[in-house]
């Protein structure tokens, strides 16, 4: 991966943004990022590695998360109650053969037995619900309990730092949140349907190596808009420019 910077984002900003670059999924296969991303963003990521560019605008949103979560970690490393950032390896056996998923739980709260996930993020991305919110905390349920041989699994929630937070409109709207931290639940389903997500998401990703042009991104994970625009494609998919699916789409809406 190559990086420009053509909004001249100033030089210690840009070295702020790669002090934040730590997370290494080390030998594993797949990190439960990469686990979630849609096989056909994966495949092309790998097979164009070399020719990858991306803008260092498009860290900035990665680089406060990250700053936010290491102050919540040191924060919080000197609870005893509590496990900050750790990183789980486990691996399971798909179709014959041992795969290693990484993931790292941001913070364990081992008298609850509880994970919690922090986000930053925008007010308008809590209203709704966000499936991939809910597949990335049952993983980490699930290597959670593999990691401490616990039979029951634990409970789980995100809690999100609005970083667009208005005070005026929780005053004026009865959904708008109450407040610029908003903690969600997460339902966290039964063991073997976690299982069975995760080795259908390998073999999805495992698949889409051999002819990622053959694989089709859903609207989905397209990002569609109601006006029928692609979002993900257009403006944050980094592999747009090897996607035979977004040419010809592009082709298409001509
Ligand atoms: S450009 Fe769109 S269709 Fe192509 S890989 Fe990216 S998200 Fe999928």
């Known amino acids: 991966m190559h990086f420009k910077n053509d909004k001249a984002i100033p030089l210690p900003i840009i070295r702020g943004i790669h002090q934040s670059w ?11 990022t990469e686990l979630l991303q849609p096989p056909k963003v ?7 590695k070399d020719e990858l560019v991306q803008d260092y605008s498009n860290s900035i949103a990665s680089f406060i998360g990250t700053s936010v979560h290491k102050m919540l970690e040191d924060g919080n490393a000197d ?3 509590l496990i900050t950032e750790m990183r789980i390896n486990s691996s399971l056996v798909v179709d014959g053969k041992y795969y290693t998923i990484s993931g790292c739980v941001d913070l364990i709260d081992k008298n609850q037995n509880k994970i ?21 905390l049952n993983i980490y349920a699930y290597l959670y309990a593999l990691e401490f041989e ?19 409109r929780a005053k004026n709207s009865n959904t708008y949140p ?17 299982e069975e997500f995760i080795k259908e ?9 051999e002819n990622p042009q053959d694989v089709i991104c859903s609207d989905e994970e397209r990002w569609m808009s109601a006006k029928g625009k692609a979002n993900r494609c257009e403006d944050w998919c980094n592999v747009n420019e090897f996607c035979d699916q977004y040419k010809n ?5 001509k």
């Open 150 to 168: 616990k039979d029951e699994l634990p409970s789980a929630e995100i809690q999100a730092i609005l970083k667009d937070w208005s005070k005026s």
């Open 116 to 136: 919690i996930d922090f986000k930053t993020t925008s007010a308008y991305a809590v209203l709704g619900d966000k499936i991939e919110w809910e597949q990335q």
């Open 249 to 253: 789409n592009m082709e298409e809406n």
């Open 201 to 209: 998401r390998i073999r999805l990703h495992i698949d889409a190596l």
């Open 178 to 194: 109450r407040s610029p931290i908003f903690v969600k639940p997460i339902m966290i389903w039964k063991k073997g349907d976690i």
């Open 22 to 32: 730590g997370y290494d999924k080390g030998d594993a296969d797949f990190s439960v």
């Open 79 to 81: 609870d005893e109650n």
């Open 42 to 48: 994966r495949a092309l990521s790998i097979q164009h």
